[in-house]
């Protein structure tokens, strides 16, 4: 008896589970986001190396640039760069890497991979920014994931930066 009342309550559960799940007003919402700050990189020399086994690979100098934000204020830091991919549909992979250097002296890592595209409208960036600082005021950056939503403007580059909650 205790075994069919052991599968009988099994078998309960997950019929109350689907149709929990048939219920679901579709999608779940959208992740929210805190605001960062705007990243602006100027960028110095290109060098291209075509045809290699990855494909075209173009490496971008960053020269500076700042972040300016309601939690941080920071310059960026040589040596900096992009290590882009080209891909074979006419889009880019980033591969980003700098230093921050806070208006208070605190060095933070700032790292990123993301997707370029170029059209007749601009350049369109999209990209994953994580943060590293050993220093104890910034440690809640070590602790979050951020998008960055950008544009080219000139030779720069310029980054609305999120954090997902």
Known sequence: MRIATAVLSGVG????????????????PAPAFDYLGTLRAET??????ENGPQGTRTVVQIVGGRFEGPRLKATVQAPAGDW?????????????????????????????NGIGQTTSAGASLRAAP????????????????AVAVGAREGTAVKYEIYALK
Request: charged share 20%; aromatic share 10%.
């Open 13 to 28: 559960l997950v019929a109350s589970a689907a149709f929990a799940l048939a219920q679901a007003p579709g999608p779940p």
């Open 44 to 49: 110095g020399t290109r060098t291209v190396v």
């Open 84 to 112: 882009i991919t080209n891909r074979p549909d006419g889009s880019y992979k980033l591969d980003v890497r700098f230093t921050l250097r806070t208006d208070d002296g605190a060095l933070i890592l700032v790292t990123y």
């Open 130 to 145: 994580l943060f590293e600082t050993g220093d104890s005021r910034y440690a809640w950056l070590t602790r979050l994931q």
